[in-house]
């Protein structure tokens, strides 16, 4: 298959089979699901040795586990003897995995501690039989993320400049962020149209959410709809953004969209400018962003969620709310409730969201319909932003990051190095 002929960024061109074409989906799970580093989970979810969650790695089932060392571990929930899952539980403390099939059990560390009637086997060589583990494990501000390939490059270089944007949500506080358990729910929607639509997509907002406004429920506050600034970031390796830009006297408290989080974000002001510097703190409130391949983060709603692929025509969709630590319960339960409240299988935008997905995905699989083009060719009109900010910042309303998270995905799927991945991901 000829992927460069699939997205077109001169003409603004995508190939609407990127999004329905079983062939295209197997390249995706080998060259970009199996290579990247993907999001597990929050270090507050397995806080004690023996701790575990599972969890996905696109469709490969994952444990993610804290070993009896206190190190962070992330296996492939697979039993080395005949297949069958190790951990059937969606989290708890164990020293333990034990297959329900014929009993192997492994530590939390991988290891294969025992088999039942093992000298039947032989001289079975127990080391070479443990579980199936990532490549590489590591975390950022709380986020886990792990790579099932030993040739990626560390998770701090993979983030890029996005990390200095992501600081915004994950380290603003002494003592950082926590979550609670996901919601999860089915959508018969391609990753893809999710994914790009946090990255960048600030032009559906008035017409997708238009009835929301109508009833009173809306995002913004008085102030942002006095002060309608913004714009689009790519930050390189496909990761993207589109952020407020705040008025003269704004401040962290701009955009939130509940009072008691403006008094909150105001009452904390000092301590985050510290932090994170007056660039981040008072000049920009970033709004939706996504980390290459399928994380997803709204600032302001304090969500970050996965777009876990489930075929090329239907996603899982797992959401967290995430809080800073250090804010009181009743401000957690604020955070918690505008999260849910507004983005989660119930909320009053994302089910919005979500029937545009299932749209975009269905005429991809229609015969007629593939056979023209998706448009990308908004370029945007509004004046250049003043801020000399991290990465290649465009106007908000605009296709500029939903083609440069294009352009990687093609890259993903055509190099066989990462040198060639991230070289041209930098150039």
């Known amino acids: 298959m000829d992927i460069k002929s699939l997205v077109d960024p001169e003409g603004g061109l995508l190939d609407r089979r990127i999004f329905a074409d079983p062939e295209i989906y197997r390249l995706e799970r080998e060259r970009i699901f199996a290579r990247c580093w993907l999001f597990l989970g929050h270090e507050c979810e397995i806080p004690h040795p023996g701790d575990f969650v599972t969890r996905y790695m696109a469709e490969e089932p994952m444990i993610l586990a804290r070993d009896a060392s206190g190190q962070v571990r992330a296996h492939l929930n697979m039993c080395r003897h005949r297949g069958n899952r190790v951990c059937r539980a969606d989290r708890g403390n164990t020293r333990l995995f034990q297959c329900s099939y ?42 886990i993320f792990a790579t099932f390939d030993a040739d990626a490059p560390p998770l701090r270089e993979y983030l890029g400049d996005m990390a200095w944007y992501l600081d915004i949500l994950l380290d603003r506080r002494d003592g950082g962020t926590e979550v609670s358990g996901p919601h999860r729910w089915l959508l018969n929607a391609n990753w893809k149209t999710a994914a790009e639509n946090f990255g960048g997509d600030g032009y559906h907002i008035a017409s997708t959410h238009g009835s929301a406004r109508e009833l009173g429920i809306d995002t913004t506050t008085m102030q942002t709809r006095r002060w309608n600034k913004g714009c689009q970031i790519a930050c390189g390796n496909g990761h993207v953004l589109v952020s407020w830009l705040t008025p003269p006297d704004g401040g962290p408290w701009f955009a939130q969209p509940d009072d008691e989080l403006v008094d909150y974000m105001k009452a904390h002001a000092a301590e985050i400018e510290s932090r994170l510097g007056e660039v981040r703190a008072r000049k920009i409130s970033p709004s939706a962003g996504t980390v290459f391949p399928n994380l997803s983060v709204h600032w302001l709603t304090r969500t970050i969620r996965v777009w876990q692929p489930r075929g090329p025509d239907k996603m899982e969709i797992w959401s967290w709310a995430i809080v800073d630590k250090a804010a009181t319960a009743r401000i957690k339960d604020v955070m918690r409730f505008v999260s849910q409240y507004r983005f989660s299988p119930s909320g009053v935008f994302e089910q919005d969201d979500m029937d545009n997905w299932i749209q975009v995905t269905g005429a991809a699989k229609s015969l007629i319909g593939r056979r023209y083009p998706a448009n990308y060719q908004m370029s945007g009109n509004e004046p250049p932003v003043e801020l000399d900010l991290p990465g290649t910042v465009k106007s908000r309303f605009s296709d500029n990051n939903q083609i440069a998270l294009y352009m990687h995905w093609a890259k993903m799927l055509q190099a066989t190095r990462w040198s060639e991945i991230m070289s041209a991901a930098n150039g």
Do not use: I
């Open 102 to 143: 014929h009993g192997w059990s492994y530590t939390t560390d991988g290891k294969l501690a025992l088999v039942p009637m093992v000298d039947a086997f032989g001289n079975l060589n127990r080391a070479q039989w443990g579980l199936v583990s990532a490549a590489q494990v590591d975390t950022y501000k709380g986020l």
